[in-house]
């Protein structure tokens, strides 16, 4: 069967392709966007003057000209809106505030004691709250919220398991969305944090890369052909809890000998002390 999509779908998407390409190239002109995108000139000029009307291109000078008359050049509008983006670790919340170029505005950051569902979330709640109120002005505002945590996340953005925090079915993004009305992302931080190296980092020029996560727990983040790599049941890259001794020391899941136990933050702290407690005076 051919598939077609109708005329506001196939503007959608070169919108989009248009928007990205003038985000990561910025300055550019209409008529490199249109060598490098396929599009042609006039769909190009009549999607960059939406765009440009929209808030989110602006038009910046003349560049250097190829032979005819120099060409306008045009540049992404980074402070359109913002975005919260957080890290959810063990023992600490680390909110921030980004323009849409990923670049941080403020950030907050809180140690957590009490590791119990409500207990946490009440305090993300206050935190993102905190920082919505400190946004700079903007067209769109506060476009989206994003959080990682260390534990195992479905489609949903439900967290099934988060050992270390001693988690389980967890609907943390249906939460978030009734409370501020935004969309949020909810995702496996190490798996976020492939995405960010590979969207804003060291992995913006390649297109595979493993991004390992060592902190109270160990995580992998993988990215394969310039996409994010989940597995067949969605959950690769949970090589903390790989067995490396059956009769090692027991882990915050209940195995024993998992990865974690040796190379993570809690069982080098503990390996350092166990050395100065050998050390001889001189």
């Known amino acids: 069967m051919k598939i077609t999509g109708d005329h506001q779908l196939i503007k959608k998407i070169n919108t989009y392709i248009?928007?990205?390409?003038?985000?990561?190239?910025?300055?550019?002109?209409r008529a490199d966007i249109s060598a490098?995108?396929?599009?042609?000139?006039?769909?190009?000029?009549?999607?960059?003057?939406?765009?440009?009307?929209?808030?989110?291109?602006?038009?910046?000078?003349?560049?250097?000209?190829?032979g005819g008359r120099k060409?306008?050049?045009?540049?992404?509008?980074?402070?359109?809106?913002?975005?919260?983006?957080?890290?959810?670790?063990?023992n600490y919340i680390l909110a921030m505030i980004t323009d849409l170029s990923g670049a941080i505005v403020k950030e907050k950051k809180i140690e957590l004691a009490d590791l119990e569902v409500e207990a946490v979330t009440d305090k993300l709640?206050?935190?993102?709250?905190?920082?919505?109120?400190?946004a700079p002005p903007s067209p769109y505002g506060i476009v989206g919220i994003g959080v990682g945590v260390p534990g195992l996340v479905d489609d949903q953005g439900r967290v099934l398991s988060a050992p270390n925090l001693g988690?389980?079915?967890?609907?943390?993004?249906?939460?978030?969305?009734?409370?501020?009305?935004?969309?949020?992302?909810?995702?496996?931080?190490?798996?976020?944090?492939?995405?960010g190296e590979k969207e804003f980092g060291a992995g913006r020029a390649v297109s595979n890369l493993l991004y390992i996560s060592v902190g109270i727990g160990i995580g992998a983040g993988i990215i394969l052909n310039d996409a994010l790599y989940r597995g067949v049941s969605g959950f690769s890259g949970e090589v903390g809890h790989m067995m490396l001794a059956q009769d090692g020391p027991r882990s915050g899941g209940g195995n024993r000998g998992c990865w974690?136990?040796?190379?993570?933050?809690?069982?080098?702290?503990?390996?350092?002390?166990?050395?100065?407690?050998?050390?001889e005076p001189t």
């Open 18 to 29: 248009v928007l990205d390409t003038i985000r990561r190239e910025f300055p550019i002109s």
């Open 71 to 90: 060409p306008m050049m045009l540049l992404f509008n980074q402070q359109a809106g913002y975005a919260i983006g957080v890290d959810l670790g063990v």
């Open 125 to 134: 709640k206050r935190t993102i709250h905190g920082l919505i109120r400190k």
């Open 167 to 195: 988690w389980e079915n967890v609907p943390l993004r249906d939460m978030l969305q009734a409370e501020f009305g935004l969309e949020v992302s909810i995702d496996n931080e190490a798996n976020a944090g492939a995405l």
């Open 260 to 279: 974690e136990t040796f190379a993570a933050e809690k069982a080098l702290l503990l390996q350092a002390n166990q050395l100065r407690l050998g050390d």
């Open 36 to 66: 490098k995108t396929g599009l042609n000139k006039a769909t190009v000029s009549g999607l960059v003057s939406e765009l440009i009307e929209a808030h989110f291109v602006t038009e910046t000078g003349l560049g250097e000209s190829s």
